[in-house]
C-alpha cells in the first residue's frame, strides 16, 4: 500500500495554524486532491459522552468502537502512549491524496511553521531539516521559502510540488 503524504502545520498556540488549515483543505480539493486531517491535542479530548451507547461499550471493555451513520463515521481506540503521526496515519486514514497534520511539532515529516512576530516567541523550528517554508511574518535568516498567510495558492504549490509529488 502506498503511504500518503504528511504535512504538518505547526506554530505556537494562537499563530494561525487551524486558519490556514482551514484555507489549504479548499485549495487542495480544487486541484483534484482527497485531503485528510489529523488534529493533535495535548491536553486530551473526550468525544464518548457518559450514558451513550459508544460510552457504553467502550467503559465494557471495547478496544475500539465504530460510530455510524448515513454520510459519518467516528473511530475511538485505545492506543498505547501518544501515537505517533505516521501510526495515525497508517491505522486510521485511507482514500486520501495528502493528510495534514496541525501540531505534532517534534514529527519526521514536512513542515509549514506558521510564526508572527505579534506573538513574541522564537522560531520554532530553527534548524529542523523538514521545514519546507515559514507562513506569515517574515523572521528572516531562514533558507526555506517564506509566503504571507494570504498566499494560499503558493503553499500549495509548495505541498505539491514538494510533497505529494516527491
Same mark, same amino acid.
Request: aromatic share 4%; proline share 4%.
Given at each position: 500500500m502506498k503511504k500518503i503524504p504528511i504535512v504538518s502545520i505547526v506554530g505556537f498556540s494562537g499563530s494561525g495554524k487551524t486558519t490556514l488549515v482551514e *484555507?489549504? &483543505?479548499? $485549495?487542495? &480539493?480544487?486541484?483534484?486532491?482527497?485531503?485528510?486531517? &489529523? *488534529? !493533535?491535542?495535548? !491536553?486530551?479530548? $473526550?468525544?464518548?459522552h457518559e450514558g451513550k451507547d459508544s460510552w457504553r461499550h467502550r467503559r465494557a471493555g471495547s478496544a475500539m468502537t465504530v460510530l455510524a451513520s448515513p454520510g459519518k463515521v467516528a473511530v475511538m481506540a485505545d492506543t498505547e502512549g501518544d501515537p505517533g503521526l505516521a501510526e495515525l496515519g497508517e491505522r486510521f486514514i485511507r482514500d486520501v491524496d495528502v493528510i495534514l497534520a496541525e501540531g505534532f511539532k517534534k514529527n519526521p515529516h514536512p513542515k509549514i511553521e506558521v510564526w508572527r512576530r505579534a506573538l513574541g516567541r522564537e522560531f520554532l523550528s530553527g534548524e529542523d531539516e523538514t521545514l519546507l517554508a515559514v507562513a506569515g511574518d517574515d523572521p528572516g535568516g531562514l533558507a526555506v521559502p517564506r509566503l504571507s498567510l494570504d498566499d494560499i495558492a503558493g503553499l500549495a504549490d509548495l505541498i505539491v510540488n514538494r510533497v505529494i509529488r516527491r
Open positions: *484555507k489549504l &483543505i479548499p $485549495e487542495l &480539493i480544487r486541484r483534484g486532491l482527497r485531503v485528510a486531517t &489529523i *488534529k !493533535h491535542n495535548r !491536553h486530551g479530548f $473526550e468525544v464518548d
